[in-house]
């Protein structure tokens, strides 16, 4: 049974017993993990212990049998690095890095590492502290859309394949794997308007401006929702702590 050690961070958690959790946690160089912390919770006279917490950056040490990667790992240490207390102080910071370990944590594989999708929530998790959070969250969750390979096509129609850059009328459609143009629209049955200005940011170099963020966000919302079969847990209070609309 070889010990594993890497940087993680924490995606999701869940008080196993009084003493321990189970946690998914996204490594830098072993993809997500699903690992079982015994006796975390438990403190001592000197010591008060709570656990790891959610969006918690550490140094963690876990034994992996060989060949039963289904199984839940142990994790055998954990120093942590850094807890970003900043998105505690602010609720539409803190629901903006939520939604994005909530996607994560659905959307990549046990095993499958992303080192810049890593890097990429790490450096979210601190640009929270300045930047817009909107920005900051379209701006991951176009890195993580593309490291998994479910990124749309916005430069040209995904059905027939014209370049749509010069178009004032736009649609997207996640099924067909991006942007519709107005000559394919009536016949795609899931679609919706998407501005095309935001299309073109995405297209050219996958960013947006700060007056479209809102924009984008309804994009890949949508698109994530269309992904995942439902709507993301934290998207209505995500939109709430950020005065957006919960039409989308």
């Known amino acids: 049974m070889a010990l594993v ?12 017993s009084e003493t321990s959790q189970v946690l998914a946690m996204l490594t830098r160089e072993h993809g997500q993990q699903r690992l079982i912390a015994k006796g975390i919770k438990r403190g001592t006279k000197t010591r008060v212990a709570v656990g790891v917490d959610l969006l918690e950056l550490g140094r963690v040490v876990f034994s ?4 039963r990667e ?5 994790m055998t240490e954990w120093r942590q690095e850094d807890t970003f207390p900043h998105l505690r102080r602010d609720l ?6 939520q939604y994005a370990a909530e996607v994560t ?14 890097d990429g929530l790490h450096r979210l998790l601190g640009d929270l502290k300045t930047v817009d959070p909107l920005v900051g969250l379209v701006g991951y969750l176009w890195l993580m859309l593309t490291e998994i390979g479910l990124r749309p096509e916005l430069g040209r129609c995904a059905n027939c ?6 178009d004032r009328r736009l649609y997207f459609s996640s099924r067909q794997g991006g942007a519709i143009c107005r000559d394919c ?3 795609m049955v899931e679609k919706r308007q998407i501005a095309p200005q935001v299309a073109a940011g995405f297209a050219r170099d996958g960013t947006v401006s700060a007056s479209q963020s809102a924009a984008a966000f309804d994009v890949l919302d949508y698109h994530l929702r269309e992904i995942m079969a439902r709507p993301a847990k934290l998207s209505s209070a995500l939109r709430a702590a950020l005065g957006l609309s919960t039409k989308h």
């Open 105 to 118: 944590s659905h959307l990549t594989e046990a095993h499958d590492p992303h080192p810049a999708l890593f």
């Open 185 to 187: 629209e009536p016949a």
């Open 92 to 97: 539409g910071r803190c629901y903006a890095a």
């Open 70 to 74: 289904d199984v839940l790992a142990v």
């Open 161 to 166: 394949h014209r370049d749509v850059s010069g």
């Open 64 to 67: 992996q049998r060989s060949g």
């Open 5 to 16: 050690k890497d940087f993680a961070i924490t995606l999701r958690r869940l008080d196993y």
